[in-house]
């Protein structure tokens, strides 16, 4: 298994090439001493885990298959299914910027949450999801009574 870690000089013969890898590595670059970049090599691609020091902030991270890329932001909500088009990967790194920005909200309830990223056009992408119990369905207006949490930029 291959590492990179925030600033640390990467291993560029081991990693697969994958749609993101690029953009992993500029985010490495650019957040060092805010937050920790690592690039694992996994069957089929790469996985980046981003956390930031700043704990008041959102960790975030995906999984690059190449074809198919899965972005994570929330607990249960907040994960994204894209293709690896052009589109797919500029829509991975607007929301990742944006979280790393401070651009995101997450409301929690029981097994469940909805992450709402706040896009650089000011467009909003939400997702929500949750693991409850067989047989439990969400109680009305859970997203309105619900904890939320906006979380603060990296920097």
């Known amino acids: 298994m291959t590492n990179e870690h925030g600033h640390d000089g990467p291993d560029t013969n ?14 490495a670059k650019e957040l ?3 937050a920790t970049v690592k690039v694992d090599s996994i069957e089929g691609g790469i ?3 981003v956390t930031p020091r700043n704990p008041d902030a ?16 929330g607990d249960y909500g907040g994960r994204w299914e894209l293709e690896a088009g052009p589109e797919d990967v500029a829509l991975l790194e607007d929301i990742a ?13 029981p097994g469940r949450s909805a992450v709402s990223v706040t896009l650089a056009d000011g467009s909003v992408e939400t997702e929500i999801g949750g693991e409850a119990p067989a047989g439990c369905l969400p109680l009305p ?6 904890r939320s949490v906006q979380y603060a930029p990296y920097k």
Do not use: C, K, N, Y
């Open 14 to 27: 081991q990693l697969p090439r994958t749609p993101t890898l690029h953009f992993a590595r500029q985010l």
């Open 32 to 34: 060092a001493g805010v």
């Open 47 to 49: 996985s980046v885990d």
């Open 58 to 73: 959102r960790a975030f991270g995906w999984m690059d298959f190449s074809e198919e890329l899965i972005l994570g932001v």
């Open 97 to 109: 910027r944006s979280v790393v920005a401070g651009r995101v909200r997450e409301v929690f309830a």
């Open 141 to 146: 207006f859970w997203r309105r009574w619900s």
